[in-house]
Each structure stands twice: as C-alpha cells, then as structure tokens.
C-alpha cells in the first residue's frame, strides 16, 4: 500500500487575471465572444460530483444557487429572491421567483429545489458538498414558490455553505438527470445559469452561448464564451500575446513580469480567496498518527520560501483553510514555525528515524505549473527532518479520478 499525500499547498495566492486588449472602464456592451486559455479539461459539469477548478469556474455560468455572494463576499438573492429566517435560526423560508425555466425548458421551482436537496442528501450519490450540509432536518415546499428549510440545529454556516459556488449548492434539472442519468449527467450540464453548453470538444474546446431566456433582465452580456485547453503555460502566454485568447489566468510564474511589461496586455492582481494546501489521508498508516501530520504538514514545511522562491512572492504563507479577508479566518502561522528539530522529534516519537526513515509519496498535477515546483521544494525542505519523498506528477483527469478513489 502506498503511502501518499495529494497536493496542493498551503498558500493563499494573490490573483492573477492576465487578459489583453486592456482599455479604461467603460459602459458595459452586449455580444461578442470570450475566449479563455483553459490549463486543463473537466472531468464533467455535474456541479455536486464533478471535481476541479475548471469545474468551479464553468459552474455559475451554467447554474444557479437559491443565494449567492457579491463582491463584498455579502450573501444576497439569487434565485430566492428573499428569505425569513424563523424558530431562533433553525427554519429558513425562502421565496423563489417566478417563471424561471431550467436550459431544457422545465420550471425552477420549489419541488425542483427539494428534489436536488433530496439528491445532495443521498448518500448514495456521493455529492461532494454533502458534507456541509448535515445541519439540513427536513426540506418542505409549501407551494410552487415558497420552499420551507428546517435545521436540526441553528447555524451561521448555512447561508454561506448555500450561496458558495465552489462548495454551494447549484440546483440541476430534475428532468435532465432523469433523461441522462447519473453516468452521463456531467456530458449534460442543465441548470438555469446565464448561458447554457453549446460544444464539447474534449481536451480542445468548451463552447458556451447566451441562454436568452434567462431570468435576469438585461444579463449576461456576452453571446458566447470559448474555453480553449491549452495545457502547456507557455503556450497559453503565447497565445496570450498573439491575440488569439483574451483572458488566461494561469501561467508560468516566471512569465509574469514580462507580460506586465507587453502594452497590450495588462495584468491585474488583488488578493484571492482561494487557498492552495497540502492533504494528507489519514485513513492510511503513518497519517493517522497526529504526531506524523505535524512534523510532515506543519513544522517540516517552510512556508515563508515556498512563497517567496516557488511563487515569486505571489501568495502569502496560509497555516488555515480559511485565507484573509473571508468569514472565520485566524492568523495561525505561529503555531508552525519550520523547525525540522521538532519535525525529527515527532518522528521519533511516532517510531521513525535514520534506521526506519519515513517513507512516502506527495501526488500532484501538471495543469497549474506552479504545483510539482512547490512538490519538489516540499521534498527538499522535509529532507531535512530526515523525510524520503517522491513526487508523482500526474495529468490533472488521473489526479481527480485518484483523489475520488481515495488512491
């Protein structure tokens, strides 16, 4: 049995939108096309099983949540279009607006929502955001528009978990799940979303087109979105540069400064709420050991030079899930100062040293260049503290398919 770590790092990133023909702001205008340099395909778009960050940026295009959050990260109507919160904060009623219609043509309403609940809720259909929903009692519409939510205990957590694109709750078509099934229900991503999908040219092409019966006035702007894989980073620069996409959002770190420096391409940076963090499985032996997982993930790990030498002072070091300026974070980098004397001390208390080294493998993709760079500093930093690892480096589809099968 192997022993390993699935990657992805312990860093809260400072955004990067690299995008061209950069201008003043101006009124928005409707049409034209998007074209966006994907570093990788999807598994599928099955909002609650379809794993990945591509996944996370198709899904509020094609879907809508009962709330959602702003730019002010406040949770504000979506296709709720209100909602009283009862009985101390155990009951939420939510009021839907009228007339919504699912890309197939069948209704968002109350019973449609219940029925995606019921789904989220089976344990059977092993959605990934089951898990922050366990609050959920009963689910009950009380007529075509008005669906009642009651929780088994109150909670802050609630609204939020809903409103969350990348851990929310997309509602799907009832309809569409029945036609496709489970199996194929991700080649056939049927929600209420502002566009709808048009092509899908795997590992080449993702085509999404306006849906023009969308519910909210005026939106969305743009009559198609292009979604070109581009796997290798410089290719997606090139590209970049040539005019050939206008908006890429992950390249070589080293290639920054110098698109910076290109007049018709302009990069914007701001803080992200993204986090990038290092999992151990702590179903499998030495990582069920809590003493393991803070010599290897805490103070066997330099944060400090994984930013500043792996992201070229791009992201700052993150001892949380939770990155500044989102609800809950805690500034906890004290508790893990690099030390690989605490790391070998931990070690030898949970039976390794020279003679019995430990052993094991840290698993990573290729679709964010960034990743096996920060792998291979991991591996160098944990040596150290007397750590033999091995980084795989795989394709981001066999990366996914791993995690999900808990290999």
Known sequence: MKRQVGCVFL??????????????????????????????????????????????????????????????????????????????????????????????????????????????????????TAAFFTMVKSVEPLDAHTLKITLQYPTETFLPALANYRKGFPIVSPTAYKTWGKQDLPTHPTGT??????????????????????????LPYLDKIEFRIMKDGVTRATALRA??????????????????RDPKVGVLRGPETATIFLVANHGRK????????????????????????????LASPLVSFVPQGTMGHKDFQEMYPY?????????????????????????????NPVLPTIATIIKTQLANSGVQVNVEVLDRPV???????HD
Not at 339 to 367: C, Q, V, W
Not at 399 to 405: A, G, P, T, Y
Request: charged content about 25%.
């Open 11 to 128: 860093m809260s990133f400072v955004t990067l939108l690299v995008l061209t023909g950069v201008a003043a702001p101006q009124q928005p205008k409707s049409g034209g096309t998007l074209k966006i340099a994907f570093e990788s395909d999807v598994p599928g778009m099955d909002p609650h099983t379809s794993l990945g960050v591509q996944v996370q940026v198709l899904i509020p295009n094609l879907f809508n949540t009962l709330v959602t959050i702003n730019e002010n990260l406040e949770v504000v109507p979506d296709l709720a279009k209100s909602w009283e919160v009862k009985d101390g904060g155990k009951t939420y009623i939510f009021h839907l607006h009228k007339g919504v219609k699912f890309h197939d043509g069948t209704d968002c309403d109350a019973a449609a929502v219940k029925w995606n609940f019921d789904r989220l809720l089976n344990p059977e259909e092993k959605v990934l």
């Open 193 to 218: 979303g502002p566009f709808k999908l048009a092509k899908w040219e795997q590992n080449a092409l993702i085509l999404l087109e306006r849906n023009e019966h969308y519910f909210k006035a005026g």
């Open 243 to 260: 005019g050939e996409v206008d908006f890429v959002n992950l390249v070589p770190v080293e290639h920054v400064e110098r698109l910076a």
């Open 286 to 313: 030495p990582f069920d050991d809590v003493r393991v997982r803070k010599a290897t993930i805490g103070y066997g790990i330099d944060r400090q030079v994984i930013a500043k030498s792996g992201l070229l002072g």
């Open 339 to 367: 030390s690989p004397e605490k790391a070998k001390a931990l070690l030898k208390e949970a039976g390794f040293d020279e003679r019995n080294p430990l052993k094991y493998t840290i698993m990573t993709h290729s679709a």
């Open 399 to 405: 990366f996914l398919k791993r995690i999900r099968e």
